[in-house]
T-cell receptor, first 115, second 115 residues
Framework: EAQVTQNPRYLITVTGKKLTVTCSQN?????MSWYRQDPGLGLRQIYY???????DKGDVPEGYKVSRKEKRNFPLILESPSPNQTSLYFC??????????????FGEGSRLTVL | GENVEQHPSTLSVQEGDSAVIKCTYSDSASNYFPWYKQELGKRPQLIIDIRSNVGEKKDQRIAVTLNKTAKHFSLHITETQPEDSAVYFCAASMNYGGSQGNLIFGKGTKLSVKP
């Protein structure tokens, strides 16, 4: 089954404790992206990647890191989480179609709480 | 970079009425405009998209129109049903490749359809 898998789905952690949210897609997609969703603020992009070893900042990259060593994986790293990073996180991927990003497929989301 | 504004932020209609959500974009080079629907507690999913060489596209009760001169596009839902209640996001992007091919989302519209 074609899917984008995020782990963990739910996490409660404490300030300063490094954590990684994994994202894996099995559709051989070129484009991958991370978003955070907070009430009233929509989907804000954190980082995106247009191919292996190519990553770029989105609107809200501060406090996050990413890597794209393999096509299928795009982990989101919070080196020193803070309470303002409490949010719902979505990973998404797509295969560019023609000259566009193509349809984005989203993971189920990861709800992160930082105490 | 591209900026996408979406209005209204909330919209309430009676079942059977029509709903219209409008988005404007800033960069005339944008050429791809998808709409995503996010039901409560679920991930966003693509419902319809349009490319800049097309002025209108329909799929059953939903349609999207694009006005390139005015740099705005709209989602139209006719004969609304309770299951249309969700948050709708518009987005825009330019040619894929380089940072300008990134997909930029509006802040979302919460549509409520009252029985």
């Amino acid at each position: 089954e074609a899917q984008v898998t995020q782990n963990p789905r739910y996490l409660i952690t404490v300030t300063g404790k490094k954590l990684t949210v994994t994202c894996s897609q099995n559709m051989n997609h070129e484009y991958m992206s991370w978003y955070r969703q907070d009430p009233g603020l929509g989907l804000r992009q954190i980082y995106y990647s247009m191919n292996v070893e190519v990553t770029d900042k989105g609107d809200v990259p501060e406090g996050y890191k990413v890597s794209r060593k393999e096509k299928r994986n795009f982990p989101l790293i919070l080196e020193s989480p803070s309470p303002n990073q409490t949010s719902l996180y979505f990973c998404a991927s797509s295969q560019p179609t023609g000259r566009t990003t193509g349809e984005l497929f989203f993971g189920e989301g990861s709800r992160l709480t930082v105490l | 970079g591209e900026n996408v504004e979406q209005h209204p932020s909330t919209l309430s209609v009676q079942e059977g009425d029509s709903a219209v959500i409008k988005c404007t974009y800033s960069d005339s080079a944008s050429n791809y405009f998808p709409w995503y629907k996010q039901e409560l507690g679920k991930r966003p999913q693509l419902i319809i998209d349009i490319r800049s060489n097309v002025g209108e596209k329909k799929d059953q009760r939903i349609a999207v129109t694009l006005n390139k001169t005015a740099k705005h596009f709209s989602l139209h839902i006719t004969e609304t049903q309770p299951e249309d209640s969700a948050v709708y996001f518009c987005a825009a992007s330019m040619n894929y490749g380089g940072s300008q091919g990134n997909l930029i989302f509006g802040k979302g519209t919460k549509l409520s359809v009252k029985p």
